[in-house]
């Protein structure tokens, strides 16, 4: 299947889309749902800027039916309660259903969200369902503790499930960060209500229809589509959730805080901006840097909250780079996200493109120069599309050396000393990643002990695994997704002491 779907034009792709018939109510206990009020808002696809769907507009009172229903599943504990093996088998039948919908899932993702097709087959939807299998195999395989005591004593350290937990996601990646709260929160037993983005609901709608069908007990899986506003934000102040997995803005995410301590001071885990830096030094090779620096701000169209999106670089090698990165970036293909050479696609809507070019134009206002790109291009599509950008002489002090833009626009700056590359680099509010290139291992350690960042990459960039920890340090947020450390954050520990004859 997945042969045939790379061997498919842009014609036959816009074929199959046109016969879709997509779906756009919320899901809850086990049902599609229309918003209690009727109300719905359109959703205008960022490929030419035509409605795709129609969404339901989920308020305060769906929500409370959500949470009941989410609540009633956990107290039956047709889900908690069952044999682990047997949570395993489900959340792996869940991937599995997942994977064979690769087609449908796929075409959502890039209808709603603009990104190239053959991303959403090769990335996207795999990336999805290898979570879930990933976090299926932990069900099973999880021990409890026995802590030391004297004797006549047991210490239980038990974990138990958080109860309700409202996953409240971005656009950029709509599967795959709703995959990464899953898989844990569901492992363990818990409840689910997933707040997807009002500019991408169609795959968390699709998504909760598969869980079912593998047999995931209704009201389990949640799914409440609507605005932030007003659908997250009742999620957020609910007072019968146990727990917010947040991720998004900085700005949203310290909202989250706030709505927690207005309500049942709920647990709050936050996945947030950030405005990444490479530091590359002049012993670096430039080759591999130019290559993993255009592609760690170019994938995903720039929307990618760890893109590596500052350049720090030696003078002395400066301008070399930046001709590296141009030759990368030369060969990254902007275009119709359902061209199958596309590897660039559309920004996620009008406002947000405008934002980007905003960025750009304040840029230049402050004295930065644009070595390639700047512009809005496609407009012809209806659609929303911006060249990959460098602005170069950007100084530290500048909003676009602060300020997460977002788009496909890198930033470069120099330095000549390494203590003054790592002030520079460090000079942020966020610290989701980083990266370092030398051929120096001393300066390759130095380096990524000092760079304050949830990931420090050497020598590479964007290189992960379901293995490994992801989230931010600093106004990145806190809390890790992936990893079985992320299975902890949806459980609370329990001891169990028993005096005995
Ligand atoms: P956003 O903060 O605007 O929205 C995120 C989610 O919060 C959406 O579901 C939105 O509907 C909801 N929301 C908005 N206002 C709300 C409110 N008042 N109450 C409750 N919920 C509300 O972010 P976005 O524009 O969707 O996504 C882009 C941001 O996400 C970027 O800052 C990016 O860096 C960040 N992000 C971070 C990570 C990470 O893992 N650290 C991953 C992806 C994206």
């Given at each position: 299947?997945?042969?045939?779907?790379?061997?498919?034009?842009?014609?036959?792709?816009?074929?199959?889309?046109?016969?879709?018939?997509?779906?756009?109510?919320?899901?809850?206990?086990?049902?599609?749902?229309?918003?209690?009020?009727?109300?719905?808002?359109?959703r205008i696809s960022p490929i030419?800027g035509?409605?795709?769907?129609?969404?339901?507009?989920?308020?305060?009172?769906?929500?409370?039916?959500?949470?009941?229903?989410?609540?009633?599943?956990?107290?039956?504990?047709?889900?908690?309660?069952?044999?682990?093996?047997?949570?395993?088998?489900?959340?792996?039948?869940?991937?599995?259903?997942?994977?064979?919908?690769?087609?449908?899932?796929?075409?959502?993702?890039?209808?709603d969200v603009g990104k190239?097709?053959?991303?959403?087959?090769?990335?996207?939807?795999?990336?999805?369902?290898?979570?879930?299998?990933?976090?299926?195999?932990?069900?099973?395989?999880?021990?409890?503790?026995?802590?030391?005591?004297?004797?006549?004593?047991?210490?239980?350290?038990?974990?138990?499930?958080?109860?309700?937990?409202?996953?409240?996601?971005p656009w950029n990646?709509?599967?795959?960060?709703?995959?990464?709260?899953?898989?844990?929160?569901?492992?363990?037993?818990?409840?689910?209500?997933?707040?997807?983005a009002e500019q991408s609901?169609?795959?968390?709608?699709?998504?909760?229809?598969?869980?079912?069908?593998?047999?995931?007990?209704?009201?389990?899986?949640?799914?409440?589509?609507?605005?932030g506003?007003?659908?997250?934000?009742?999620?957020?102040?609910?007072?019968?959730?146990?727990?917010?997995?947040?991720?998004g803005s900085?700005e949203v995410?310290?909202?989250?805080?706030?709505?927690?301590?207005?309500?049942?001071?709920?647990?709050?885990?936050?996945?947030?901006g950030?405005?990444?830096?490479?530091?590359?030094?002049?012993?670096?090779?430039?080759?591999?840097?130019?290559?993993?620096?255009?592609?760690?701000?170019?994938?995903n169209q720039g929307e990618t909250c760890?893109a590596?999106?500052?350049?720090?670089?030696?003078?002395?090698?400066?301008?070399?780079?930046?001709?590296?990165?141009?030759?990368?970036?030369?060969?990254?293909?902007?275009?119709?996200?359902?061209?199958?050479?596309?590897?660039m696609g559309a920004l996620i809507d009008q406002g947000h493109m405008n934002r980007v070019l905003g960025y750009i134009?304040?840029?230049?206002?402050?004295?930065?120069?644009?070595?390639?790109?700047?512009?809005q291009?496609?407009?012809?599509?209806?659609g929303y599309y911006v060249?990959?950008?460098?602005?170069?002489?950007?100084?530290?002090?500048?909003?676009?050396?602060?300020e997460e833009i977002f788009g496909p626009v890198?930033?470069?700056?120099?330095?000549?000393?390494?203590?003054?590359?790592?002030?520079?680099?460090?000079?942020?509010?966020?610290?989701?990643?980083?990266?370092?290139?030398?051929?120096?291992?001393?300066?390759?350690?130095?380096?990524?002990?000092?760079?304050?960042?949830?990931?420090?990459?050497?020598?590479?960039?964007?290189?992960?695994?379901?293995?490994?920890?992801?989230?931010?340090?600093?106004?990145?947020?806190?809390?890790?997704?992936?990893?079985?450390?992320?299975?902890?954050?949806?459980?609370?520990?329990?001891?169990?002491?028993?005096?005995?004859?």
């Amino acid at each position: 299947m997945t042969d045939n779907l790379h061997s498919r034009d842009r014609a036959a792709w816009e074929a199959r889309v046109a016969a879709l018939a997509i779906e756009g109510r919320s899901f809850i206990d086990g049902r599609l749902v229309d918003a209690r009020s009727g109300l719905n808002f359109e959703r205008i696809s960022p490929i030419n800027g035509r409605v795709v769907a129609s969404i339901a507009r989920c308020e305060g009172h769906d929500v409370d039916v959500a949470v009941a229903s989410a609540r009633a599943a956990y107290e039956r504990g047709d889900w908690r309660r069952t044999d682990p093996k047997e949570r395993k088998r489900v959340l792996l039948r869940f991937a599995e259903l997942i994977r064979a919908d690769l087609e449908l899932l796929a075409m959502l993702e890039t209808l709603d969200v603009g990104k190239p097709i053959l991303n959403s087959v090769n990335v996207d939807v795999p990336f999805a369902a290898d979570c879930i299998a990933y976090y299926a195999e932990f069900a099973d395989k999880l021990y409890d503790e026995v802590a030391p005591t004297a004797g006549n004593e047991l210490a239980l350290v038990r974990r138990e499930p958080l109860g309700v937990i409202g996953a409240i996601v971005p656009w950029n990646y709509p599967l795959i960060i709703s995959a990464w709260k899953l898989g844990p929160a569901l492992l363990g037993g818990n409840s689910v209500v997933l707040k997807p983005a009002e500019q991408s609901s169609l795959s968390a709608i699709r998504l909760a229809q598969l869980a079912v069908e593998a047999g995931l007990p209704p009201g389990v899986l949640n799914v409440v589509t609507g605005y932030g506003e007003e659908a997250g934000k009742a999620l957020a102040l609910h007072n019968d959730v146990d727990m917010i997995s947040f991720t998004g803005s900085t700005e949203v995410g310290k909202l989250m805080l706030r709505y927690a301590g207005e309500s049942n001071l709920k647990r709050v885990a936050l996945e947030c901006g950030g405005k990444s830096p490479h530091v590359v030094m002049a012993d670096a090779d430039l080759e591999a840097a130019a290559s993993g620096i255009a592609w760690g701000i170019y994938y995903n169209q720039g929307e990618t909250c760890h893109a590596g999106s500052r350049v720090i670089v030696h003078e002395s090698v400066r301008e070399a780079l930046i001709e590296g990165i141009e030759k990368v970036a030369a060969t990254i293909t902007l275009g119709h996200p359902f061209e199958p050479s596309t590897q660039m696609g559309a920004l996620i809507d009008q406002g947000h493109m405008n934002r980007v070019l905003g960025y750009i134009a304040s840029g230049i206002a402050e004295g930065a120069k644009v070595a390639f790109g700047g512009r809005q291009v496609m407009q012809d599509s209806g659609g929303y599309y911006v060249e990959a950008t460098v602005l170069d002489a950007v100084q530290p002090s500048m909003k676009v050396a602060q300020e997460e833009i977002f788009g496909p626009v890198l930033t470069v700056s120099t330095f000549r000393e390494e203590a003054e590359a790592l002030a520079k680099a460090n000079d942020s509010i966020y610290g989701l990643a980083a990266a370092v290139w030398t051929a120096d291992m001393n300066v390759a350690h130095r380096m990524s002990n000092a760079l304050r960042g949830g990931t420090v990459w050497v020598n590479t960039y964007d290189r992960s695994s379901l293995a490994t920890p992801f989230g931010g340090f600093k106004q990145s947020g806190f809390g890790r997704d992936r990893s079985p450390h992320a299975i902890d954050k949806y459980m609370d520990f329990k001891t169990i002491w028993t005096a005995y004859k």
